[in-house]
């Protein structure tokens, strides 16, 4: 299923903007990622299944409730996380097997942004030292050229120079994620995987941060994950998107497929709660009750508890990912379709 279209294949039944949004080589592949967690004497996956391609210079937006995997498959693609299963293939590269120093190269290849944006700066440190890090880790010892970098890097990402003498504490939220975006381009990544980056910034400084972020990838030829649960962030900059829900897909399609033709129950109940989404002003419904917890999942398709339409099928078969159209998947036994109008 899904075997991917090989490049310069002319397809009949192409419709341009999906074949644009999925033009390109893949740099990442993922296939049946399984993250595992323990929690006292039990485990549970956290990450149960999940299919992801992002190609050279794509963005894919990964969405979905707190809770449903989105940071464990970020932390797992970045080879952060032990226990994982599946296969992980970046440039060619089989990278899930890589241990020790053999995932430095893969690592420099790929960069992280993480949600908070204080947190996740050393706070003694000076922010031209934070920048620096990763540059000395991969042995750049040369001072003089370190410094023209991250001299380089901050302007960049919009840091006046006099900040690179302060230390974390003394700048806003918005700086010190430029100062992390800065130390994940460090050394040059074609991926960046950014998880929540404005979720904990002001509304008029998620705009400045996203504004960074797309004017970056223009320059740099970036491709990114942006994980966000926020789809209405999500819709602004990226070219596909994934919906998750407690630890698998459930859709994912070119965004303005997905955002204007929402064929999974939950993708619809997501959308719903989006202000001036299509789907917000139909029948789709708000959400209602928990996420159930991923230790002990529902039978069949994991949405069912919460589906206004699920029937007895929808608890004895796990639905199958099917592709409604070319580059919409959908894993629901009754997607919604025919939403042309
Ligand atoms: P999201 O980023 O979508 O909010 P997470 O990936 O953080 O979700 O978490 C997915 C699930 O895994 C949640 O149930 C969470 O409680 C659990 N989890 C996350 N990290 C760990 C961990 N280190 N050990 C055990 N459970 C974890
Ligand atoms: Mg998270």
């Known amino acids: 299923m899904n075997a991917p279209v090989p490049i310069g294949t002319p397809t009949a039944t192409a419709q341009p903007p999906l074949v644009e949004a999925d033009s390109g080589a893949p740099l990442l592949r993922v296939r049946d990622l399984r993250v595992r967690y323990r929690t006292g004497r039990r485990s549970f996956e956290a990450v149960a299944g ?3 391609t992002v190609r050279a210079g794509q963005t ?10 989105k940071s464990t498959v970020a932390r797992a693609i970045a080879r952060l996380e032990p226990g994982i299963s599946g296969e992980l293939t970046f440039d060619g590269q089989n990278v899930a097997a890589l241990r020790g120093r053999a995932l430095r190269p893969y690592r420099q290849r790929v960069g992280m942004v993480f949600q908070d944006p204080i947190a996740s700066l050393n706070p003694r440190r000076r922010i031209r030292d934070i920048i620096a ?7 750049h010892d040369d001072s003089t050229a370190t410094a023209a970098r991250v001299a380089e890097l901050a302007d960049l990402v919009g840091l006046h120079p006099t900040q690179l003498d302060r230390r974390p504490h003394e700048l806003s939220g918005g700086q010190c994620q430029r100062v992390s975006i800065a130390r994940a381009l460090a050394r040059v990544p074609d991926l960046l995987l950014c998880d929540e980056v404005v979720s904990a910034l002001d509304v008029s400084i998620q705009a400045q941060v996203i504004n960074l972020l797309m004017d970056i990838r223009e320059q740099q030829g970036l491709a990114m994950v942006f994980i966000s649960h926020d789809l209405a962030v999500v819709r602004q900059l990226a070219d596909r998107v994934a919906v998750m829900y407690l630890g698998v897909l459930c859709e994912d399609a070119p965004v303005d497929e997905l955002y204007e033709r929402p064929a999974h129950p939950y993708t619809r109940a997501l959308l719903a709660s989006v202000p001036g989404e299509r789907a917000a002003k139909d029948d789709a419904g708000l959400l209602t ?3 159930p917890s991923p230790l002990t999942p529902p039978s069949g398709c994991r949405f069912r508890t919460r589906c206004p339409i699920a029937d007895e099928l929808c608890a004895q078969e796990t639905p199958a990912p099917v592709e409604l159209r070319p580059g919409h998947r959908v894993a629901c036994h009754f997607p919604l379709t025919g939403r042309d109008d």
């Open 60 to 69: 894919v937006g990964l969405v979905g409730e707190s809770g449903c995997g």
């Open 289 to 291: 009750g928990d996420l």
């Open 50 to 52: 999940i299919d992801l």
């Open 133 to 139: 890090t990763p540059l000395r880790l991969a042995g």
